[in-house]
């Protein structure tokens, strides 16, 4: 299972601590030194069955300062992976990966399915 997650996020801290205390086991990776691929999320994005503006962090001060809110409406799927791809402060997290399942953003009661 993979872990992707930039460690100065609040959340993804509490994520962590939620899959330690519940013997989780996973591989850790840091979304600003590691950033997805453009393979990568456009994986994930299948596998997850949701919107990709899902993926994006639309409360970044990246997100912000380009003004994606305005723009993503109108850009093309493609092109919106190629943008999350640049940069791993556009893209929400945590995210898991665990074979067919890819979990955005931490949500306890989603994140159940984990334990086995």
């Given at each position: 299972?993979?872990?992707?997650?930039?460690?100065?996020?609040?959340?993804?801290q509490?994520?962590k601590?939620?899959?330690?205390?519940?013997?989780?086991?996973?591989?850790d990776?840091?979304i600003?030194?590691?950033?997805?691929?453009?393979?990568?999320l456009?994986?994930?994005?299948?596998k997850?069955?949701?919107?990709?503006?899902?993926?994006?962090?639309?409360?970044?001060?990246?997100?912000?300062?380009?003004?994606?809110?305005?723009?993503?409406p109108?850009?093309p799927?493609?092109?919106?992976l190629?943008?999350?791809?640049?940069?791993?402060?556009l893209?929400?997290r945590?995210?898991i990966?665990?074979?067919?399942?890819?979990?955005?953003?931490?949500k306890?009661g989603?994140?159940?399915?984990?334990?086995?």
């Amino acid at each position: 299972m993979l872990f992707i997650e930039y460690p100065k996020c609040t959340t993804c801290q509490k994520a962590k601590k939620w899959l330690d205390e519940n013997g989780v086991r996973y591989t850790d990776r840091n979304i600003k030194e590691e950033r997805p691929s453009y393979t990568e999320l456009e994986e994930w994005h299948r596998k997850s069955g949701l919107p990709l503006k899902r993926f994006f962090n639309t409360s970044g001060l990246l997100y912000k300062s380009m003004g994606l809110k305005d723009k993503l409406p109108d850009m093309p799927v493609e092109a919106q992976l190629q943008l999350l791809a640049t940069d791993g402060m556009l893209v929400k997290r945590p995210i898991i990966v665990d074979g067919d399942t890819v979990l955005v953003g931490f949500k306890p009661g989603e994140w159940e399915i984990l334990k086995k």
